[in-house]
């Protein structure tokens, strides 16, 4: 590629966090602006380009009928477009409320609820073509390198979808579930973080969400035996990737 | 997403209106709608904050006690921090747990890298571009190199403390309820303490640069609140105290400040009952705490020739400056005095209860409050993050500012207009959460 | 004299020879929390631990290891290998995985030898210690790789009361005693260790009959085990595998590795690096055109357990020592001992 | 003790374009020692690869009088993407070669049957050029090649030489043609073209490259003509990192790919093949 790849930041519903991420890029993010042209990022940008963009970043999930709107447009405007972070991919945290009927939600907030305009949060994958995702809560900044410099070399950028638990034994860790009998999600939850709660003396909750063919039936009998209640099992298959077919079924459907 | 516009509608009144669409270098999706008449009288005025909200108040219900932290979090990529102590501190005042010295230490330790890490995003990466023209970070970095890679640096080193202390930057691990998970080795606070000690000239630097950069000259006297305590700048403990004699414990805030829904905005309006809106966030801060600020900090705030107390929001930026250099003094002084001992997990024994907590987001005071049932699981949930407590006043500052500038260009009150939301700092994710 | 005692207190008589020398790894930690680590001072040293999390082939084949920088300069490139050229010293290494180490040794030499592996090999000392204490997990006392250890030392300990009868095993291993402080050896010495090596071999727990194992194994790729561990509810006493690779990545035999490239910022350098990898992976046996050779479980947990039972392309290198990391490791409880008498029908 | 997994600068000394996605490389490597000890069989195959891609295992199609050789290669992926962008003159790096290649001594004197699929002939034309070449030395021959689309086949330069080829016989069948196409041969699966077939069981080897579902079809038909596994080889693809027996993810029950195969005789690998 000769020409700088012109890349466009979006934001939907989420928190930012995975914008953040990039800017935490600290040390690397003068060169950054070498290899890539910014031109959409209104966090931290007044002049902005509407398009058309190599590759869109794609922050958040879809939770408002305009968002579907917005998220289509983008679409036709990219070459490449990807869920940065789990809010984009399914959801994430904020997709635990697509189990309480919309109105109840609403009325715990709002004392006018015919202002709100909000549906179920969904991944952006729901309304359109997804090229590529950087899973996590939020996803590594390496990552993000990682997938830039891929796309630049015009190849399939290395992001292993294994679990948790390869990285934990690369670090040495002792299991939680084996030595401690605290209910981890390592086992179904995809790598990509260094096995950082593992490794700081916690469970994994399952921020990077499910890894490749998960065996999320299994991990669930492992937390009955070591004592978890049905309904705490659901909470944390609830949560980061509730909506994912992975792990849509121990969620509670 | 869509495009910045100013439309000028030539009506009979000749009215000026004012379209912000979507306000730039700010956190989250807020638009301004405003319309001046001929006369400059400002006719009508919305800061629109159109983020949808995530009902976080509604979906938490139900959740685990011990989730509160990690779940809190989420409402913000920029200060999850605030959020997670917050939630702690709420969580174990329901519970009633203490946590021990070392634990509370580390809590500050942590708030305040990300007070730096905050602050220095806003000055330098979203406001800054203002004050010199430009229209981002990114193209300031061509005429001042240097200035771009003080921020860098001092922007990770609140990161670099953040990722020690809490795991990651960015939605971090180990602070849970009544103690840390992990606490980091000797050799690692050491390598940090270095880092402060070497950051101070670009915090000093940073004070100068803010309090030499020139600001719009608009004065307007409002209610200022922030937590305070007597013996240190409070952060994450404090009593809830304002320039007009409230002075209240973190439990009773709801007595004294209401919300109240604006039909053009997912962020809630706040105000203190019987009284108006209010301010909170590094200003407010700086001018009820004054004298908690560390001697280097105070002294750079004497030498930068602004008076405090200030009623200027734009001097919200030299506050932050001023606070950067006080969290680089005080975080030293934490890791000289932590005892680095690993804490064992005790067993927490779960009882109903209602618990809330006020702590100092670095945009101002951030209020969680929980029920809990026995079994700990949450029954209902109450946050009022500070941008839900700033919006109404931000609304007011900017009536007024228009009023002195209504004859300036319709492009030059928008910017202008723009530069005060930005003075404030707003996270509109968390004000709507 | 090829054989010597020392008290258990003068222990650091060793520890302060070996050091001079070498850069030294033992078990940290007692009980099964140990790992290995470099160890600097002799109160990090726990000899009287069960099992490591990793066994210490991460010091010959770690995790992650660099092969080689890459630099592009107007269209060549040059390369440069990175060796690590250490003298490094085991110290408490027990033998089932010296026994491991061994097969590994033949595994990686040959007709094509693995370099990276062979010259950190070639430049470690074996102190082995004798397991007078086993897990309940292990078992290596079935497969002739333990409790006490024959051969592939340089120095050998055995616990015998209060001291360690010292065995040499090698020049290496003579030469690094000569300058010690060490007390002359007793028939009585050698009766004590013969005496403990058969009590030890009374405290097992779990016991596999490996006779005509791979023959069987071979035979019984459509055994109903293989799909009650893949798919259905697990085999007695353990749930479904969740391949989560924990197994293959502390089994200290198990050797596979993925080879990557990462390149800088700039594009123009870079290091081809490799990193441990498992069969008990999806992405393991992936290929082109969205291919999978072993894409469901039923088939990547068999092929673990083949290569374990020495059915599979590991052949005997790669078979199973019995240190019984990977029952104890296993969130699923899978044991591999019980897969075994499932599959010859007992 | 040499690195094995040192890549050697080499040279793309020609390009031939084969279909949509599929080129044919000449290539050397630039240290001239290296290339004049160069030595490989057919069915052997090299890693070659770009710095900062990585590696794929490629097989060598032809060989040279001067050493140099020819690998088919179809873009798929990251390596082939990358080798697929170069122009003659370009450099890559390499090392090799690897594997066993087909059984050279046990083919002579007999009649040989080839069935390829796809990319699966380039593995076989060293045995083509080699019968072309020592005529005498073999039986009949019988060529076999089905590919996607006429316009997937590989070596169509080819093929009127190889229909020269004395006692032989050479037969094409395509799944499907697309309108507008010329095609005058078969549309059918590869084992669609076994009853026209030729060669017989006896004092005979077949011997299988393709798609892995294509050459277990293959060797079934065969079977039911009386053929017996060891008189079958196949050319096996697995994913390869090292293509020397280390890094283990070629392996296929108790053998290697890259070092006991890629060839194989169809008795030691059948259980293996499907359904592990
Ligand atoms: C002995 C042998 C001989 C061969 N001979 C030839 C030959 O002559 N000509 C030829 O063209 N090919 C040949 N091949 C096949 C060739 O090796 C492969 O096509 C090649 O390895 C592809 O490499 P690549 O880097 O281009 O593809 P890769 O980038 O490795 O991708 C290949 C495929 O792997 C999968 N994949 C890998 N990683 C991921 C991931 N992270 N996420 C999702 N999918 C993934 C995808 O399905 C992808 O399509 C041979 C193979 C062998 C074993
Ligand atoms: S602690 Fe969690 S991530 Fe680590 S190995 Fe155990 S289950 Fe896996
Ligand atoms: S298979 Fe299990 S018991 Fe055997 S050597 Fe490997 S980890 Fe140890
Ligand atoms: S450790 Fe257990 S669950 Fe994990 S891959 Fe191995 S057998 Fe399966």
Same mark, same amino acid.
């Given at each position: 590629?000769?020409?700088?790849?012109? /890349?466009?930041?979006?934001?939907?519903?989420?928190?930012?966090?995975?914008?953040?991420?990039?800017?935490?890029?600290?040390?690397?993010?003068?060169?950054?602006?070498?290899?890539?042209?910014?031109?959409?990022?209104?966090?931290?940008?007044?002049?902005?380009?509407?398009?058309?963009?190599?590759?869109?970043?794609?922050?958040?999930?879809?939770?408002?009928?305009?968002?579907?709107?917005?998220?289509?447009?983008?679409?036709?405007?990219?070459?490449?477009?990807?869920?940065?972070?789990?809010?984009?991919?399914?959801?994430?945290?904020?997709?635990?409320?697509?189990?309480?009927?919309?109105?109840?939600?609403?009325?715990?907030?709002?004392?006018?609820?015919?202002?709100?305009?909000?549906?179920?949060?969904?991944?952006?994958?729901?309304?359109?073509? /997804?090229?590529?995702?950087?899973?996590?809560?939020?996803?590594? $900044?390496?990552?993000?390198?990682?997938?830039?410099?891929?796309?630049?070399?015009?190849?399939?950028?290395?992001?292993?979808?294994?679990?948790?638990?390869?990285?934990?034994?690369?670090?040495?860790?002792?299991?939680?579930?084996?030595?401690?009998?605290?209910?981890?999600?390592?086992?179904?939850?995809?790598?990509?973080?260094?096995?950082?709660?593992?490794?700081?003396?916690?469970?994994?909750?399952?921020?990077?969400?499910?890894?490749?063919?998960?065996?999320?039936?299994?991990?669930?009998?492992?937390?009955?035996?070591?004592?978890?209640?049905?309904?705490?099992?659901?909470?944390?298959?609830?949560?980061?990737?509730?909506?994912?077919?992975?792990?849509?079924?121990?969620?509670?459907? | 997403?869509?495009?910045?516009?100013?439309?000028?509608?030539?009506?009979?009144?000749?009215?000026?209106?004012?379209?912000?669409?979507?306000?730039? $270098?700010?956190?989250?999706?807020?638009?301004?709608?405003?319309?001046?008449?001929?006369?400059?009288?400002?006719?009508?005025?919305?800061?629109?904050?159109?983020?949808?909200?995530?009902?976080?108040?509604?979906?938490?219900?139900?959740?685990?006690?011990?989730?509160?932290?990690?779940?809190?979090?989420?409402?913000?990529?920029?200060?999850?921090?605030?959020?997670?102590?917050?939630?702690?501190?709420?969580?174990?005042?329901?519970?009633?747990?203490?946590?021990?010295?070392?634990?509370?230490?580390?809590?500050?330790?942590?708030?305040?890298?990300?007070?730096?890490?905050? @602050?220095?995003?806003?000055?330098?990466?979203?406001?800054?571009?203002?004050?010199?023209?430009?229209?981002?970070?990114?193209?300031?970095?061509?005429?001042?190199?240097?200035?771009?890679?003080?921020?860098?640096?001092?922007?990770?080193?609140?990161?670099?403390?953040?990722?020690?202390?809490?795991?990651?930057?960015?939605?971090?691990?180990?602070?849970?309820?009544?103690?840390?998970?992990?606490?980091?080795?000797?050799?690692?606070?050491?390598?940090?303490?270095?880092?402060?000690?070497?950051?101070?000239?670009?915090?000093?630097?940073?004070?100068?640069?803010?309090?030499?950069?020139?600001?719009?000259?608009?004065?307007?006297?409002?209610?200022?609140?922030? #937590?305070?305590?007597?013996?240190?700048?409070?952060?994450?403990?404090?009593?809830?105290?304002?320039?007009?004699?409230?002075?209240?414990?973190?439990?009773?805030?709801?007595?004294?400040?209401?919300?109240?829904?604006?039909?053009?905005?997912?962020? *809630?309006?706040?105000?203190?009952?019987?009284?108006?809106?209010?301010?909170?966030?590094?200003?407010?801060?700086?001018?009820?705490?004054?004298?908690?600020?560390?001697?280097?900090?105070?002294?750079?705030?004497?030498?930068?020739?602004?008076?405090?107390?200030?009623?200027?929001?734009?001097?919200?930026?030299?506050?932050?400056?001023?606070?950067?250099?006080?969290?680089?003094?005080?975080?030293?002084?934490?890791?000289?005095?932590?005892?680095?001992?690993?804490?064992?997990?005790?067993?927490?024994?779960? $009882?109903?209860?209602?618990?809330?907590?006020?702590?100092?987001?670095?945009?101002?005071?951030?209020? %969680?409050?929980?029920?809990?049932?026995?079994?700990?699981?949450?029954?209902?949930?109450?946050?009022?993050?500070?941008?839900?407590?700033?919006?109404?006043?931000?609304?007011?500052?900017?009536?007024?500012?228009?009023?002195?500038?209504?004859?300036?260009?319709?492009?030059?009150?928008?910017?202008?207009?723009?530069?005060? /939301?930005?003075?404030?700092?707003?996270?509109?994710?968390?004000?709507?959460? | 004299?090829?054989?010597?005692?020392?008290?258990?207190?003068?222990?650091?008589?060793?520890?302060?020879?070996?050091?001079?020398?070498?850069?030294?790894?033992?078990?940290?930690?007692?009980?099964?929390?140990?790992?290995?680590?470099?160890?600097?001072?002799?109160?990090?040293?726990?000899?009287?631990?069960?099992?490591?999390?990793?066994?210490?082939?991460?010091?010959? @084949?770690?995790?992650?290891?660099?092969?080689?920088?890459?630099?592009?300069?107007?269209?060549?490139?040059?390369?440069?290998?990175?060796?690590?050229?250490?003298?490094?010293?085991?110290?408490?290494?027990?033998?089932?995985?010296?026994?491991?180490?061994?097969?590994?040794?033949?595994?990686?030499?040959?007709?094509?030898?693995?370099?990276?592996?062979?010259?950190?090999?070639?430049?470690?000392?074996?102190?082995?210690?004798?397991?007078?204490?086993?897990?309940?997990?292990?078992?290596?006392?079935?497969?002739?790789?333990?409790?006490?250890?024959?051969?592939?030392?340089?120095?050998?300990?055995?616990?015998?009361?209060?001291?360690?009868?010292?065995?040499?095993?090698?020049?290496?291993?003579?030469?690094?005693?000569?300058?010690?402080?060490?007390?002359?050896?007793?028939?009585?010495?050698?009766?004590?260790?013969?005496?403990?090596?058969?009590?030890?071999?009374?405290?097992?727990?779990? @016991?596999?009959?490996?006779?005509?194992?791979?023959?069987?194994?071979?035979?019984?790729?459509? %055994?109903?085990?293989?799909?009650?561990?893949?798919?259905?509810?697990?085999?007695?006493?353990?749930?479904?595998?969740?391949?989560?690779?924990?197994?293959?990545?502390?089994?200290?035999?198990?050797?596979?590795?993925?080879?990557?490239?990462?390149?800088?910022?700039?594009?123009?350098?870079?290091?081809?690096?490799?990193?441990?990898?498992?069969?008990?992976?999806?992405?393991?046996?992936?290929?082109?055109? %969205?291919?999978?050779?072993?894409?469901?479980?039923?088939?990547?947990?068999?092929?673990?357990?083949?290569?374990?039972?020495?059915?599979?392309?590991?052949?005997?290198?790669?078979?199973?020592?019995?240190?019984?990391?990977? #029952?104890?490791?296993?969130?699923?409880?899978?044991?591999?001992?019980? /897969?075994?008498?499932?599959?010859?029908?007992? | 003790?040499?690195?094995?997994?040192?890549?050697?600068?080499?040279?793309?000394?020609?390009?031939?374009?084969?279909?949509?996605?599929?080129?044919?490389?000449?290539?050397?490597?630039?240290?001239?020692?290296?290339?004049?000890?160069?030595?490989?069989?057919?069915?052997?195959?090299?890693? #070659?690869?770009?710095?900062?891609?990585?590696?794929?295992?490629?097989?060598?199609?032809?060989?040279?009088?001067?050493?140099?050789?020819?690998?088919?290669?179809?873009?798929?992926?990251?390596?082939?993407?990358?080798?697929?962008?170069?122009?003659?003159?370009?450099?890559?790096?390499?090392?090799?070669?690897?594997?066993?290649?087909?059984?050279?001594?046990?083919?002579?004197?007999?009649?040989?049957?080839?069935?390829?699929?796809?990319?699966? *002939?380039?593995?076989?034309?060293?045995?083509?050029?080699?019968?072309?070449?020592?005529?005498?030395?073999?039986?009949?021959?019988?060529?076999?090649?089905?590919?996607?689309?006429?316009?997937?086949?590989?070596?169509?330069?080819?093929?009127?030489?190889?229909?020269?080829?004395?006692?032989?016989?050479?037969?094409?069948?395509?799944?499907?043609?697309?309108?507008?196409?010329?095609?005058?041969?078969?549309?059918?699966?590869?084992?669609?073209?076994?009853?026209?077939?030729?060669?017989?069981?006896?004092?005979?080897?077949?011997?299988?490259?393709?798609?892995?579902?294509?050459?277990?079809?293959?060797?079934?038909?065969?079977?039911?003509?009386?053929?017996?596994?060891?008189?079958?080889?196949?050319?096996?693809?697995?994913?390869?990192?090292?293509?020397?027996?280390?890094?283990?993810?070629?392996?296929?029950?108790?053998?290697?790919?890259?070092?006991?195969?890629?060839?194989?005789?169809?008795?030691?690998?059948?259980?293996?093949?499907?359904?592990?």
């Amino acid at each position: 590629m000769n020409k700088k790849p012109t /890349v466009g930041i979006f934001k939907f519903t989420g928190c930012a966090g995975c914008q953040l991420e990039l800017l935490h890029l600290e040390d690397v993010f003068l060169d950054l602006l070498k290899i890539i042209d910014i031109t959409y990022w209104v966090m931290v940008k007044r002049e902005n380009i509407e398009g058309p963009w190599d590759i869109s970043f794609i922050e958040g999930g879809i939770s408002t009928p305009q968002e579907i709107e917005e998220i289509k447009q983008i679409r036709k405007k990219s070459k490449i477009m990807v869920a940065f972070g789990d809010c984009a991919i399914a959801g994430c945290i904020p997709s635990i409320r697509n189990w309480i009927p919309q109105m109840e939600s609403e009325n715990k907030v709002y004392t006018d609820t015919s202002v709100i305009h909000s549906t179920k949060v969904m991944g952006i994958g729901e309304y359109v073509k /997804v090229d590529a995702v950087l899973k996590g809560c939020p996803p590594h $900044r390496d990552t993000f390198l990682e997938f830039i410099k891929a796309s630049l070399l015009q190849i399939r950028p290395r992001l292993r979808q294994h679990p948790v638990c390869v990285e934990c034994k690369y670090r040495d860790n002792e299991c939680l579930i084996t030595s401690k009998k605290i209910p981890c999600m390592g086992p179904v939850t995809s790598a990509g973080c260094g096995a950082l709660c593992p490794s700081l003396g916690r469970e994994c909750e399952g921020c990077f969400g499910p890894m490749s063919n998960p065996n999320a039936a299994a991990l669930a009998d492992i937390f009955k035996e070591i004592g978890l209640h049905q309904e705490d099992i659901e909470r944390k298959f609830r949560k980061y990737a509730g909506m994912t077919i992975e792990f849509r079924k121990e969620a509670g459907q | 997403m869509t495009e910045k516009t100013i439309t000028y509608k030539n009506s009979k009144q000749d009215t000026k209106t004012i379209e912000v669409n979507y306000i730039a $270098r700010v956190e989250g999706r807020g638009a301004l709608n405003i319309s001046v008449t001929k006369d400059g009288k400002v006719q009508d005025l919305r800061f629109r904050i159109y983020e949808p909200p995530r009902f976080f108040e509604a979906f938490l219900v139900g959740r685990r006690y011990t989730e509160m932290m990690e779940l809190t979090s989420r409402i913000c990529g920029i200060c999850p921090v605030a959020h997670q102590i917050t939630a702690l501190r709420a969580v174990e005042n329901a519970i009633g747990l203490e946590p021990s010295e070392q634990t509370t230490d580390l809590r500050k330790l942590l708030a305040l890298s990300a007070h730096i890490q905050s @602050h220095v995003l806003s000055m330098y990466f979203l406001s800054l571009p203002d004050l010199l023209g430009y229209e981002s970070f990114i193209a300031m970095a061509k005429d001042h190199l240097d200035v771009v890679k003080r921020a860098l640096r001092l922007k990770k080193l609140g990161n670099d403390i953040t990722d020690i202390v809490g795991g990651r930057a960015v939605h971090p691990v180990t602070a849970v309820v009544g103690r840390f998970t992990a606490i980091p080795s000797k050799n690692k606070f050491q390598a940090i303490r270095k880092e402060l000690v070497n950051a101070k000239k670009d915090a000093l630097d940073t004070v100068e640069l803010f309090s030499n950069v020139e600001i719009p000259q608009f004065v307007r006297k409002c209610e200022h609140i922030a #937590i305070s305590d007597p013996k240190s700048y409070a952060i994450n403990n404090g009593r809830f105290r304002s320039n007009e004699g409230l002075i209240i414990h973190e439990s009773e805030y709801r007595d004294y400040i209401s919300e109240k829904q604006a039909p053009y905005s997912t962020a *809630l309006h706040s105000h203190v009952k019987t009284r108006d809106s209010f301010m909170v966030g590094p200003l407010p801060r700086v001018n009820l705490n004054f004298e908690q600020l560390s001697a280097d900090a105070k002294e750079a705030a004497k030498q930068s020739g602004v008076k405090f107390p200030n009623f200027n929001p734009f001097v919200s930026h030299l506050a932050r400056a001023i606070e950067v250099l006080h969290s680089i003094d005080e975080s030293i002084d934490i890791i000289d005095r932590l005892p680095l001992k690993e804490e064992g997990n005790h067993e927490i024994v779960c $009882r109903a209860g209602f618990g809330a907590a006020i702590t100092e987001a670095p945009r101002g005071s951030l209020y %969680h409050s929980y029920q809990l049932d026995n079994n700990g699981i949450v029954r209902k949930a109450d946050l009022v993050p500070p941008t839900a407590h700033n919006a109404n006043n931000i609304e007011k500052d900017m009536h007024d500012l228009i009023g002195i500038i209504s004859d300036a260009t319709i492009e030059e009150i928008k910017f202008k207009c723009e530069m005060l /939301v930005r003075a404030y700092d707003p996270c509109i994710s968390c004000s709507t959460h | 004299m090829n054989a010597f005692t020392i008290e258990k207190k003068n222990i650091h008589f060793l520890f302060d020879q070996f050091r001079k020398d070498y850069k030294i790894y033992g078990p940290t930690k007692p009980g099964y929390e140990s790992t290995f680590e470099e160890i600097t001072s002799i109160d990090q040293l726990h000899l009287d631990y069960h099992s490591t999390v990793l066994p210490p082939k991460k010091i010959f @084949h770690p995790p992650h290891e660099q092969l080689f920088t890459f630099l592009k300069e107007k269209e060549t490139y040059t390369t440069k290998e990175i060796f690590l050229e250490e003298k490094t010293l085991l110290f408490g290494i027990h033998p089932c995985d010296v026994h491991a180490l061994l097969k590994l040794d033949k595994f990686f030499s040959g007709e094509f030898t693995d370099i990276y592996y062979l010259k950190r090999r070639k430049n470690t000392c074996i102190v082995a210690l004798n397991c007078v204490e086993p897990s309940k997990y292990s078992f290596c006392y079935s497969l002739g790789t333990g409790p006490f250890l024959e051969e592939g030392y340089d120095i050998l300990l055995t616990d015998i009361g209060t001291e360690y009868l010292i065995e040499i095993g090698s020049d290496e291993g003579k030469k690094l005693l000569e300058k010690t402080t060490v007390e002359k050896v007793t028939d009585a010495d050698f009766h004590e260790k013969e005496r403990r090596q058969k009590l030890t071999e009374l405290k097992f727990k779990k @016991h596999m009959n490996t006779q005509w194992l791979p023959q069987i194994v071979s035979e019984s790729l459509n %055994h109903s085990v293989w799909s009650d561990l893949g798919e259905r509810g697990g085999i007695a006493g353990s749930h479904a595998c969740l391949s989560c690779g924990s197994c293959s990545l502390v089994c200290p035999t198990c050797y596979c590795y993925d080879v990557y490239d990462t390149v800088d910022i700039t594009l123009q350098k870079g290091i081809r690096a490799r990193e441990l990898d498992s069969c008990q992976l999806l992405e393991y046996a992936e290929v082109a055109m %969205h291919g999978n050779f072993r894409s469901d479980r039923t088939a990547r947990i068999r092929h673990w357990m083949l290569c374990k039972f020495g059915a599979a392309a590991g052949g005997h290198n790669s078979g199973c020592v019995g240190c019984g990391r990977c #029952i104890r490791v296993c969130p699923s409880k899978i044991d591999i001992t019980q /897969v075994a008498r499932i599959l010859r029908g007992e | 003790m040499k690195n094995e997994y040192m890549a050697y600068p080499a040279v793309v000394k020609k390009i031939l374009k084969e279909s949509s996605n599929t080129n044919t490389y000449t290539l050397a490597f630039v240290n001239e020692e290296k290339q004049k000890n160069f030595k490989a069989l057919p069915g052997q195959f090299m890693m #070659i690869g770009i710095f900062g891609i990585g590696e794929a295992a490629l097989s060598i199609c032809k060989i040279d009088e001067d050493g140099s050789f020819s690998t088919t290669v179809r873009n798929v992926g990251n390596v082939t993407n990358t080798i697929y962008q170069l122009k003659e003159g370009d450099k890559l790096n390499m090392r090799g070669p690897y594997g066993t290649g087909w059984p050279l001594e046990e083919l002579k004197g007999k009649d040989i049957l080839i069935v390829a699929g796809g990319i699966g *002939l380039p593995p076989l034309r060293g045995i083509i050029d080699l019968v072309q070449k020592n005529r005498k030395n073999y039986g009949h021959l019988e060529i076999i090649y089905g590919a996607r689309t006429p316009e997937d086949m590989v070596f169509k330069y080819e093929f009127g030489a190889w229909r020269q080829i004395k006692n032989s016989r050479f037969d094409l069948t395509v799944d499907t043609v697309s309108l507008g196409s010329k095609w005058e041969c078969k549309i059918g699966l590869v084992t669609s073209c076994f009853p026209q077939m030729k060669t017989r069981n006896k004092n005979s080897i077949a011997l299988l490259c393709g798609p892995e579902i294509m050459m277990r079809f293959a060797a079934k038909c065969l079977e039911t003509i009386g053929f017996k596994d060891n008189q079958i080889y196949v050319s096996l693809e697995r994913r390869m990192k090292c293509g020397f027996g280390k890094c283990g993810h070629c392996q296929i029950g108790p053998k290697y790919v890259c070092k006991d195969g890629p060839v194989f005789s169809y008795d030691e690998i059948r259980p293996y093949i499907h359904p592990l």
